[in-house]
Each structure stands twice: as C-alpha cells, then as structure tokens.
C-alpha cells in the first residue's frame, strides 16, 4: 500500500451511516450476484449444490434482495446531511467534471495526469452513482414483478425478465470497474480504506477532493496542509 | 427424423374425455379435484398434474344458433418455442419427433417458461422430498414421447374412438387437415387451421370450426417480444460487456506497470508530487 507515503494525517470521510450503507450495498450485490449466476449461465451450475440446491439459492436471493434495498434508507436514516448532499452533486456538472475524464482516463493507465480539483463525489463517482441508481431500480424495480407474478399482468413480468437482465449487467460492468479502482489501482486505493474506516489520508483526500478539503479547512474541520508544509520549510 | 404433428379436427370430438383419462392413466398423473366449473368442463385449463382438458363451449353461430363445441387442448409443441427460448438450464427441449419436452433432472422450476408461454401450457407442479423440502418442476404435455420412442402413438390419440385425432408426419397431417377443411367449410364458415406462424408453426394442429378466440385461444400468438429481447441481446450484450470492462482493466492494470513504474503519476498544480 502507498499510504507509507503519506504524513499519516487522516481525515473523516465518510460517516458511519454511509460506511454501514455501502457495505450492506456491496455485500448484498455480491450475495445476489453468486445466487444468480447458475440461473444466469450454466457454466455456474457447480453453485447450486453449494447454495443448497436451486430453491436455496432462490431463498437466499431473495433474502439479500430485501438487503438490497435497505442501504438508501440506512444512509439516509443515519446521516441525512451526507445524503443530500450527495443527491446535490449528482445534479450539479460543471466544466471541471469533463476536464476530469480526459486526466481520469490517463490516471487509470498509468500515465501522467493532472488533478482537476473535485468536490465531495468527483465526476466518475458521479457517473458510478448515477449508473447504480438507474441500474438498482431496474434490477429492485423488475424483482417485485418476478418474485410476485400473480400480482401483475403477464406482459409486465416477462418484461421484468429483460429489465432484470440489463440492470444487472449494466452494474455489474460498472461494479467490475468501481473495485478495480478501489483494491488494484493504486492512486484511487485509499478511497478503499477509507469506505471500510471511514478515514483517509488528508494529503491523498487534498489533492482527490480539493474543493471539498479547502471547504473544510475553511470550516476549521480539518487541518490546512498548506500551512504545516511552510510552516515545517520555514522552521 | 422426420417431423410430427398430432392433428385435433375438433369438429369430430365428441367432448367423451377418453383422451383426458389415458392422458392421466399412461403419464401417472394425480387426480385433481376441482370446483364445479359452471359446465361440464372439469378443470379451467391445463395444469402441472392435468396435461390435456377438454374444453367445452357454449357458443351462438352467425345464425344465432346454439353451438356446443369441444376442444382436446395440451401442449402445441411449437417449433420456435418460447418455453426452450427463456429457459436457462436447457430443461426445455426439442425432442427428436419436433415436439418440445422437459428434461426434470434439469429442470430448477424457475418458472421462466411458465410466464412466457403464449399458451399458457406449462405449469410448475410441487413435489416434497423424502426429507420434507419442497421443490417445483415444470410439467406439461410430453406428446408422449415414450410411447413414441417404441413406435406407438400418443396415448390421447390412440384412444380417440372418433378419430378426431391422429399423429402422423407433417406433411402427411397438414395434407389431412387441409382436406377436412374444405369439406366442413360449407357448415363452418369461420373453420380454419390453427398453426400458428408467430411461434413457427405447431406439432399439435387444429382444424377449428370458429376462430381462435372462441376456444380461448390467441389469434396471432408469438414468441413473447421481450424473450427475444432478453435472450437474443440483452444477455450476450451483457455477457460481452463484462467482458469488455474486465479487459480493459486488465489493459489499464498492465499499462500501469508498464509506465507507472515508480507508483508516481500525477502532477501537481504546485506542491509535491506524490500519490
């Protein structure tokens, strides 16, 4: 990991209600992805005896799809401010959002690259958000006509199976995507740690987030690196 | 192998269920109790554990005439069945004769089939095994494929005793039916065959004395749009789209090793650089 690099200052990035959010979130994505597969391909056919048979697996799909469907509420419920906020910036693109994909796309090969200075949520976690919320409610959406055929007319359900069907691998593309940058790569992995603490390293947080780190060092909530690093050139 | 169709003329039936009761003898399917249906029709359609009913109508003509009309309905076996299209296990499939049949040791009674047949044939029966769990399977119609494997005839057709059925080869049967619908033409002028090209044509054909919608039937059924949307792109397209992101990241993963040796990449607007 890189975080030798760093001071070793941290900041609060995330709260409680959002890191118990998305863990419920990516646990039950992924308890739902497994349960699926061998109806999905059959080259996952070997899962069934691991899952308990078919109707386990249909059981435990269905338990974590009601898991699935808590995160929004979990967050909301534990941390409304951090909620709304996010809703905000998911509407709000601006030029600096674009400029973020010409030095994202570098950034993620490898390349040199420039930071553009983001707020809370930079542009590709704002395009992660919004492709997961259309996604979930196609996938949440379609589930209930799936699971509850009688209550609704047939030509519902049978499109229900095709929403399911693009939902989950519109997400899962993204998904594949949203982890890679979280574990392998490596100038994105504190990102990682801090949604399973909560915490990052304030210089990695600065330079990610800057918009919304100076907001916050204006707030006198986190520390001015700026600051320390004259004060320590001066010294 | 050549092709085979069971061929109804409900015009000959005379609603004596024969065809029901050697359905349910020779397949060893359970008895169904129902409720009084309002006629003499027993069951209100086919079921998991009733594959073949007789449906009895009670229908005025165009002269305003009382009609009672009969029909042995089961599965229709189509050629481009929606039931193999959807079904994700292959538990559905076409038989060597060209009827559609259900592999059960396959079959994990998801019930896809069940909500995409435009017949509305294939139900999910219910069983409990010897530890008390319950587990569902689809069933319908076999067109009595083992019979059929040792060269005999369906059982409904082979009790038929006014040979308003009969199973034969394709040709021979579409022939068959064509030459019974120019003789009853005169008496039924709605008569028509029913082999429905929406599913490719049917193994199980029908002359019918009126239109489809008077024996409960759709008059144009089709391979639901959303099964070919859904297995014919949705699903490759995604299979490849997984695929697509899983190989690009591999790329971005081996290209960072390749340019970003020391871990380093980024340039600051000012300050140091680092990651």
Known sequence: MSNTQYSGVKVKRFSMGFVIAHAVNAISFFALYITALPMYTEWFDWLYPVLGGPEGARLLHRIFAIAFVTPTFIWLIMDPKGFLRWGKELVTWKKRDIQFFTEFVKELFGFKFKHVKQTFFNAGEKINSLIQIATAILIIGSGFPMWFPDLFPKAVVQWAYVAHNVGFGLAIAVVVGHIYLSVIHKNSRPGYTGVITGDVPAEWAKDHYTEWYEEEVEKGNFPDLDKNKNKKKGA | ?275
């Open chain 2, 1 to 275: 192998m050549a092709e085979y169709i069971k061929y109804v003329d409900v015009t000959k039936c005379d609603g004596c269920r024969a065809c029901m009761v050697a359905c349910k003898n020779w397949n060893d399917l359970p008895a169904e109790p129902e409720e009084f249906q309002g006629s003499v029709q027993s069951h209100a359609n086919v079921t998991a554990n009733t594959w073949n009913v007789l449906s009895f109508i009670e229908h005025e003509d165009s002269k305003g005439n009382l009609d009672y009309l009969f029909r042995h309905s089961s599965c229709f076996h189509c050629t481009d069945a929606a039931c193999v299209k959807v079904c994700p296990e292959e538990a559905m499939h076409y038989t060597d004769f060209g009827s559609v049949n259900v592999d059960s040791d396959k079959c994990v009674g998801c019930g896809y089939c069940v909500q995409n047949c435009p017949f509305d044939v294939v139900q999910l029966a219910t069983y409990k095994d010897k530890n008390g769990k319950e587990y569902k399977k689809a069933q319908k119609c076999t067109m009595c494929v083992d019979r059929l494997e040792e060269g005999m005839q369906p059982a409904c057709v082979t009790t038929c005793h006014t040979d308003a059925m009969e199973f034969g080869t394709q040709e021979e049967m579409l022939k068959k039916a064509k030459k019974r619908l120019s003789e009853i033409k005169d008496k039924y002028p709605n008569a028509m065959i029913y082999n429905p090209e929406g599913v490719g044509g049917t193994h199980t054909i029908y002359v019918l004395a009126e239109k489809p919608s008077v024996y409960g039937l759709p008059e144009k059924p089709k391979v639901p749009t959303s099964a070919v949307v859904w297995k014919d792109y949705a699903q490759p397209i995604g299979k490849m789209m997984l695929g697509a992101t899983s190989m690009a990241l591999v790329g971005a993963f081996v290209s960072n090793k390749l340019f970003n040796k020391e871990g380093k990449g980024h340039e600051e607007d000012g300050g140091g650089s680092h990651e």
